[in-house]
């Protein structure tokens, strides 16, 4: 029987990717390593900065380099893939559009879990990067989901990407409780949820010693959705059904 294979495009960054697979080991019901779903997993941190790029279009454009590695991705055997950044959706479509497997929309994935818990009409905390911020791509699929958006302020944007450059990417040490502070701050403001909306913050998430019920990392409901679906197609003899 032919089982699955999920196309990873990863480096962007690095740990998240890595983080990212152990959460699909870990989220796979499995007794033996043959049960576990095969992943094909391109790691290319060369790809440009994508908050660089969607703040000043001067920048090296990712999109050429995201689009090539989702069709190796595919031509190596990837039955679907799914992209371990959450400010690579800004490109989205003309990844989806590089290939004939479908890709998995974390943004989309994310707003349809959280409207699901909280219902229309709920606010939404986003924590994420200043491109993903000022693209308003995911505010547009909370809006399309019946959910309100609030970001940080100009002060708490600078303190999270602080964490997710100066930290996280960098490869130095972070403060959880600086993290879980800016959740807090946007939770006290009014928000029903708080999106962890960055997978370097996903990165950080992971590793905290308590995890509020309102607070959601859009990794962790992506691998979620992939090992959905690695179960759902290995049922149906590999057919993918998204």
Known sequence: ???????????????????????????????????????IVFNDPQIPDRTAYILDHSKPNPRPEMAKVARWLQ????????????????????????????????????????????????????????????????????????????????????????LIYDCVKANQPYDEEEFLEEAYRLRDAGCDAVVVGCTELSVIYQELSRHPKWLFDSLDILADRCVKIYLSARAAGGQIEM
């Open 1 to 39: 029987m032919h089982k699955p294979v999920l196309g990873i495009l990863g480096g962007v960054g690095p740990l998240a990717t890595a983080y990212f697979m152990e959460l699909l080991i870990k989220k796979t019901p499995a007794r033996t390593d043959q049960d576990h779903m095969p992943m």
């Open 75 to 162: 031509e190596a055997g990837a039955d679907y893939i799914a992209i371990a950044c959450n400010t690579a959706h800004y490109f989205y479509d003309d990844i989806n559009e590089a290939v004939e497997v479908p890709v998995v929309n974390i943004m989309e994935e994310t707003a349809r879990s959280i409207a699901a818990r909280f219902g229309e009409g709920a606010t939404v905390g986003l924590l994420a990067t200043e491109g993903t911020v000022e693209s308003g791509v995911f505010q547009g699929y909370f809006e399309r989901m019946g959910l309100e958006t609030m970001v940080p302020d100009a002060e708490g944007q600078k303190r999270v990407s602080h």
